[in-house]
């Protein structure tokens, strides 16, 4: 069985996930749906438009991912999958959906352990280092380094 995956979130953000994601994984066109929300958008329209963005059908096979815990897209969302078996995750990013979409296939309680490992593990500084062909030598006042 196929998890279904429905991004939530303030507009662009939600599309733009899932174009980045269709980008790299163009054959789960079907399974991913993104809903952008608007800022003037009621909640009670933004939940009819949820419900029909996933075709009416709230179960064990959907994920919800969204951008901001309390935020009217994390508050919809939550009226979404309440009472049901489908999972809700806050704090989206790229690295998340992509582990998401790749194992869509599995249990849903294992596809959110993943995806909360991709969401963290996506998320480090970078450090910055000189290039690995390049020897960097203490500078000695005394000493002119002559650049080539």
């Not at 969401?119 to 910055?128: F, L, R």
């Amino acid at each position: 069985m196929t998890n279904r995956i429905l991004i939530i979130a303030h507009a662009p953000l939600a599309s733009a996930l899932r174009d980045c994601a269709m980008h790299v994984y163009p054959e789960c066109a079907e399974a991913v749906v993104a809903l952008d929300v608007l800022p003037q958008a009621q909640p009670e329209d933004t939940l009819a438009q949820a419900l029909q963005a996933v075709g009416g059908s709230v179960d064990e096979s959907l994920l919800v991912l969204t951008d901001i815990f309390g935020a009217t897209p994390a508050n919809v969302a939550q009226k979404l999958v309440a009472g049901s078996g489908a999972k809700l995750i806050a704090g989206v990013n790229l690295p998340m959906l992509f582990r998401t979409v790749c194992y869509r296939h599995e249990a849903l309680e294992t596809l959110v352990a993943r995806a909360l490992a991709g969401g963290t593990q996506g998320v480090m500084q970078v450090a910055i280092t000189a290039p690995q062909n390049q020897n960097r030598r203490n500078h000695d006042q005394n000493q002119h380094d002559h650049h080539q």
